[in-house]
């Protein structure tokens, strides 16, 4: 009996077992069909979102295309001031352009120059990344260059690629404000950006913080591109990715400290993904994937960004030389007896203010400061407050280093032209309710004003500096007695020097002593097969005896007066120091044009100028507030005692 029960509660079981197998068989085959029905629905939810994507880009583009053709007309004068007018008409402003940039190029083509303490592989403080590009172009456009044109030809070329892509990154915002907002916004920042002495001559220097002012731009231009998209679109994600890599680039391989614009977008991303979060938090897993998925392709771009530029610099440097953390060593957290900061004059808290007044047209500087206050469209204000914010951080930054220099806002020269672009359209829609004439009226009267402050300026800085580029052009045409080297001395105008671009192939630059007491720059190491120097890499390792990070003066730097076979001056007075050296019966006056004295011209006299103006201001009287007064600068032979 016992044995008959066991035998029944087994059959018993094993029904039971069979009738939850079934049971679990159509618990998984229902769960299946119902996977199977939400794969099918969430194929076509992605077919459906691909659909409206592809119809998004369609129309997205469709803007651009008739954003480009509406604004073809000042995109066409954009281009010719750029590529025509700017590297013709611009001199060199700043030394740094010249001893940091100009000179390392002609040593990497060829193998001579004179090499800053920056340069050193101590130090490593400048990039050599950024030059190759130049290097290779130069490289080829010599060839030709030999054959047909001077040899300072290479260094209007340079300026021409400059001005090439300054040109892309300006038109290109221009487009973007058309198909994004306003094709009227557009045009106004068009005129704005075209009519800017500020950018004029900024866009065309080989400077760090030029790079920078390009990266700033284009990161501009992807950021609109980004708030356009949909959440659901992959470009979306793109484009932010390509604004922040765009500050990447101004910061790792322009300047360090642009890297601190990227905090407002950064602040942004995290307030529209929590803002997200909060609206429709059904959708909250969606959102965590594409925040990560950007977070991550952020940092994607940024590692081999790194790791590319810190390679090629620690490889020609032959030590680890990561240039962006360097800067920011050697001015944030300071080194040495002085701080590099305090190595040049301080100048007052209005420094900024002057310097933008008299670079920027009067309706641009008073836009800009519309918009600081918030005179703009509440809706475009909603959009555009990141870019805003990026201003306000750089100029708080600047505003308070002792040293202060005009270079030092570049990088949101196009943040200054977009911010008044911004205010001008809002409040010239806003003069309609005065009538279409006076609206007209005031559009004629404020463009007239524009144009003749940003000529005047212009022409100032051609006419008042272009003597420096004549002087040192002419050194192609004069002797240099066979001499297997010639000599051409500087003193206390050194850092007008524009570059060994404008020096014959056997001319060297050699510093004279003067009353200036800081370190001078030295001189790149040249081909030396005894030392082993056969190409321009090896003696970028070499490390100068007279480097010193403290700007100290060092007797290894200048020349006697007696090896100069020509000196290059300006005709005034000599100190009691340049008396012991320069004997001015020896001096032969070859070549001199006038360039403007500062220190007896007033301010602006030596901002703003135009044909006959000096005459004119001293027929009316009104000397006191517009006088420019001019030397010769001058290129003389120095003959033999």
């Excluded at 040249?526 to 010193?548: F, H, M, Q, R």
Aim: charged letters at 20%; hydrophobic letters at 45%; aromatic letters at 16%.
């Amino acid at each position: 009996m016992a044995g008959s029960r066991k035998n029944n509660r087994d059959i018993e079981t094993s029904k039971l077992t069979q009738r939850r197998t079934k049971k679990q068989q159509k618990n998984i085959s229902l769960q299946n069909e119902n996977e199977k029905i939400e794969q099918e629905n969430r194929s076509l939810l992605v077919d459906e979102l691909e659909t409206i994507h592809e119809e998004e880009e369609k129309i997205i583009n469709n803007l651009s295309v008739a954003s480009w053709s509406n604004l073809s007309f000042y995109i066409n004068i954009l281009f010719a001031v750029r590529m025509i007018l700017a590297p013709v008409c611009n001199v060199i402003r700043d030394s740094d352009e010249t001893y940091n940039s100009l000179e390392p190029i002609n040593y990497m083509i060829r193998m001579f120059g004179k090499q800053t303490w920056e340069y050193s592989p101590v130090y490593g403080l400048r990039s050599w990344f950024y030059l190759l590009p130049f290097y290779n172009i130069l490289t080829f456009a010599l060839k030709i260059i030999n054959k047909f044109f001077p040899i300072w030809t290479l260094f209007y070329l340079v300026r021409l690629v400059l001005g090439y892509l300054m040109f892309k990154m300006e038109s290109s915002l221009a487009i973007q404000l058309g198909a994004n907002f306003n094709i009227s916004l557009a045009k106004i920042y068009l005129v704005l950006t075209t009519l800017n002495s500020g950018i004029f001559h900024a866009g065309i220097e080989l400077l760090p913080s030029t790079v920078a002012l390009y990266c700033m731009t284009l990161s501009i231009n992807h950021f609109l591109k980004y708030k356009i998209r949909s959440i659901l679109s992959d470009k979306k994600s793109q484009y932010f990715n390509k604004a922040c890599f765009c500050i990447f680039v101004g910061g790792i391989m322009g300047w360090a400290y642009v890297l601190v614009l990227g905090i407002p977008y950064a602040l942004m991303f995290i307030l529209e993904y929590r803002s997200l979060i909060k609206r429709t938090p059904e959708n909250s897993k969606f959102y965590n994937i594409f925040f990560n998925k950007t977070i991550l392709k952020i940092l994607k771009y940024f590692i081999p960004l790194v790791g590319v530029i810190t390679f090629v610099d620690s490889q020609i440097y032959s030590q680890l030389s990561p240039v962006f953390v360097n800067t920011i060593y050697y001015n944030v957290l300071r080194t040495g007896d002085k701080p590099i900061s305090n190595f040049t004059n301080a100048e007052p808290w209005y420094f900024y203010i002057l310097n933008l007044a008299s670079n920027f047209p009067l309706i641009t500087i008073a836009g800009c400061f519309a918009s600081a206050v918030g005179v703009l469209h509440w809706e475009i204000l909603q959009i555009l407050w990141p870019i805003v914010v990026q201003f306000f951080i750089w100029v708080v930054i600047f505003a308070f280093q002792a040293n202060k220099q005009e270079k030092f806002m570049y990088p949101v020269y196009s943040h200054i032209v977009l911010m008044a672009s911004l205010a001008v359209f809002y409040i010239y829609s806003k003069l309609s309710i005065f009538g279409t004439k006076f609206q007209q009226s005031s559009k004629i009267a404020i463009l007239g004003v524009t144009i003749l402050q940003v000529v005047s300026r212009v022409y100032a800085n051609y006419s008042n500096n272009y003597a420096v580029l004549e002087v040192y052009q002419k050194l192609n045409y004069v002797s240099n007695d066979f001499k297997d080297t010639v000599n051409v001395c500087v003193g206390r105008e050194w850092k007008r020097f524009p570059g060994s671009f404008f020096l014959p192939e056997n001319f060297r630059l050699k510093f004279i002593k003067s009353e200036f007491d800081g370190l001078l720059p030295g001189d790149f190491p040249e081909l030396d097969e005894t030392a082993n120097i056969t190409n321009w890499s090896e003696g970028a390792k070499k490390v100068p005896s007279y480097i010193n990070k403290n700007n100290l003066f060092d007797e290894g730097t200048i020349v006697n007066f007696d090896i100069c076979d020509y000196l290059v001056d300006v005709k005034q007075p000599y100190t009691a120091i340049e008396a012991q050296y320069v004997q001015t019966e020896r001096l032969k006056e070859i070549f001199c044009s006038p360039i403007i004295d500062a220190a007896e011209s007033t301010f602006f006299g030596k901002v703003y100028d135009l044909p006959f103006l000096s005459k004119v201001s001293k027929t009316l009287g009104v000397s006191k507030y517009y006088k420019t007064h001019f030397d010769d600068y001058c290129l003389f032979r120095v003959e033999e005692k």
